[in-house]
RNA sequence: UGAGAAGACUGGGCAGUCGCGUGGACAUGCCGAAAGGCGGUUCACGAGGAAAGUCCGGGCUGCAUAGGGCAAGGAUAACGGGUAACGCCCGCCGAAGGCGACUUCAGGAAAAGUGCAACAGAGAUAUACCGCCCCGCCCACAAGGCGGAGCAAGGGUGGAAAGGCGAGGUAAGAGCUCACCCGCCGGCUGGGAACUGUCCGGCGCUGUAAACUCUAUCCGCAGCAACACCGUGGAGGGGACAUUGGCUUGCCCGGCCGUCCCCGGGAGGUGGCUUGAGCCUGUCGGCAACGGCAGGCCUAGAUAGAUGACUGCUGCAGACACGGAUUAAAUAGGCCGUUUAAGUCUGUACAGAACCCGGCUUACAUGGCUUCUCACAAC
């Protein structure tokens, strides 16, 4: 996999949701920005709000799978944060997948439209 | 067969495709001057009975070794044992509950002191409302009334009224005295002890300590974000002081430091990190908790945090449908079965290691097991 991880919660995460693109949907959030090198960084945030170690631990592997699954159609150089939303937890794997497929087409990730960002 | 009691377990399984963490082995690809970094193939291992709550007890680590006294604070509370230790466990005593198996326990002291005890009631460690009795006066005595002295038996109130009951005693009464009973304390007997009793002596005391308190025992503080090392950044500022100042929970003694306190900035990595009061088997001791001995085993170490996604078959439970046997018949109920003439649907919990152990508490679908009790039937 060419994706890494973020690390440091404070100017990563914080830098991905100040000023990066996000879409909304009932299950999860999706937020990206260009990180300006070849390789793709993913982050997942699950919050206490969502549930118990269990759930979140669960969300969290789902939406790396579905992630990993669909690697190839990410065009590279990019910061992708996934916040899941409180209804995630009840969420069955297939809607989850769908809707964060849905979420990273609006932001323009799949289409080649590279020309515009903020 | 029915109704229960206690204990110890289980915590779905198999296969395939893609994927993750740690460790070992094997090859060597890329980057780099080097140190080194990033990869490849393969094998092994990879969450729980509660991993949870973070409520107790420890190990470990640091705090300028935290020593003595006084005060304050916290915890525990019959007794004996187990344990590294405990507020845990086992045994046992007592009390309460249950026909019983058994369960529960906020089980030291109220005779050191203080406080409180609503309402009712005259009175709540202290009384005199009704009442009983005696004397004096009014009246011819009595009844009745007034005044004085004595009493606490009876009535009434209350959860509780100063042990209970009988006899003696007395003007009337009272443990005032005596017998029996009850309770408490001490001695003696039995027991390792709590405790016990056809024993002896003394006493007769309201309850409440989950009110303060007293007694006995224990407790230094903080926690792996501890702490150690290597790095990065860097910038320092303000305050207190040398007859002192600061630290050691408050005070005193004692001890320690030359600096101490506050604010601000900063990037992370490695170690700690899993061999431990460890697990399994056998045997011996013990009622048991547990301990001794012998043999075997190595069993997660992540750090935005490794177990996931999808598929097939299947186990278990329930519902529906169908078939079969039983029956005179069956539409009820129970029994057997459903890849063979065909199954369908639903459910499968609680919950994710984060330094490690011993406990406690709480959550939990399903399944069967062992021992025991009571009732009914049979013998």
New binding site residues.
């Given amino acids: 996999?060419k994706f890494t991880?973020?690390?440091?919660?404070n100017y990563e995460?914080r830098r991905v949701y100040a000023r990066g693109r996000n879409v909304a949907t009932p299950l999860v959030v999706l937020y990206c920005r260009k990180n300006g090198s070849k390789t793709n960084r993913f982050?997942?945030?699950v919050g206490t709000k969502v549930g118990?170690?269990?759930y979140r631990?669960?969300i969290?592997?789902?939406l790396?799978?579905i992630y990993?699954?669909n690697e190839e159609r990410f065009p590279a150089g990019w910061d992708i944060v996934a916040v899941a939303r409180t209804r995630a937890k009840d969420a069955?794997?297939?809607d989850l997948e769908k809707q964060f497929l849905r979420a990273a087409d609006k932001l323009g990730l799949f289409a080649r439209k590279e020309g515009e960002q903020t």
Avoid at 5 to 9: A, D, E, G, R, W
């Fill in positions: 996999m991880v973020s690390l440091n919660q995460f982050g997942i945030t118990k170690a269990v631990n669960l969290r592997r789902r790396r799978e990993r699954l069955p794997y297939a």
